[in-house]
């Protein structure tokens, strides 16, 4: 089966400091991971992707994350967070081995980032 | 503007009253799908749409109808709602079924069954 885990719902911290968010996965086959950012009362944005390649990824609002395929995770940084960057993060996977159409989205993690 | 489009946004209705959430985009995506977010539970997807008239269930479906005759729509429909059918509800697309393709997603309809 397929799962995403977020095993923080909460993570503050604060302005100028580094942010990171953690996801880790469980796939059958190749995985492709993304973060998506939820502000209040909006849809989701999406941030970034790891489909192949350099396991450094790099997306929208300085965010990056980084694919560990031995530790099967996927977390996302920011080396200086924003106030502006408080919302809710998502993380979600597909896979080569998974039911094409399918993602499958962890539970959220908020974020806080204070003056 | 290239987005996905929702309605209504707001929803009180009560147990048993069929409805029906229309979602729309316009960058001719091939991929269509809907979500439910739950607090603690994330999102979970409740149907999908690969083209039109290609329909398949997601984590979610009992309760749940849709259907995809065009390629920019794809509505919800809820024969008969119960209140375990309050949520906040988000259509998404993408351009097509490639499991690494990232979605659009619309505004969201928060929908609450008396």
């Known amino acids: 089966a397929q799962s995403v885990a977020q095993p923080e719902d909460q993570v503050n911290v604060a302005e100028g400091n580094p942010l990171t968010v953690k996801c880790t996965y469980s796939v059958s086959g190749n995985p492709y991971l993304f973060w998506y950012v939820q502000y209040p009362n909006r849809g989701l944005q999406f941030l970034l992707k790891?489909?192949?390649?350099?396991?450094l990824v790099k997306g929208s609002y300085g965010f990056e994350a980084e694919f560990n395929k031995s530790q099967t995770s996927f977390h996302l940084k920011k080396p200086s967070a924003l106030v502006s960057d408080s919302a809710l993060y998502f993380c979600?996977?597909?896979?080569?081995?998974?039911?094409?159409?399918?993602?499958?989205f962890g539970r959220g993690t908020q974020l806080t980032v204070w003056p | 503007e290239a987005q996905v489009t929702q309605n209504p946004r707001y929803l009180i209705t009560v147990t048993g009253k069929k409805l029906t959430v229309t979602c729309s985009q316009n960058?001719?995506?091939?991929?269509m799908s809907w979500y439910r977010q739950d607090p603690g539970l994330g999102l979970r997807q409740i149907y999908y749409s690969m083209n039109v008239e290609v329909t398949d269930k997601g984590d979610v479906p009992e309760g749940y109808k849709v259907s995809r005759k065009e390629k920019r729509n794809f509505p919800l429909i809820l024969e008969s709602p119960s209140p375990n059918q309050t949520s906040l509800y988000f259509c998404a697309s993408s351009l097509s079924s490639g499991e690494y393709n990232e979605q659009f997603f619309g505004p969201g309809t928060r929908l609450t069954v008396l």
């Open positions: 790891y489909i192949t390649g350099d396991n």
């Open positions: 979600a996977v597909s896979s080569s081995g998974s039911t094409l159409g399918r993602l499958y």
């Open positions: 960058m001719n995506h091939e991929y």
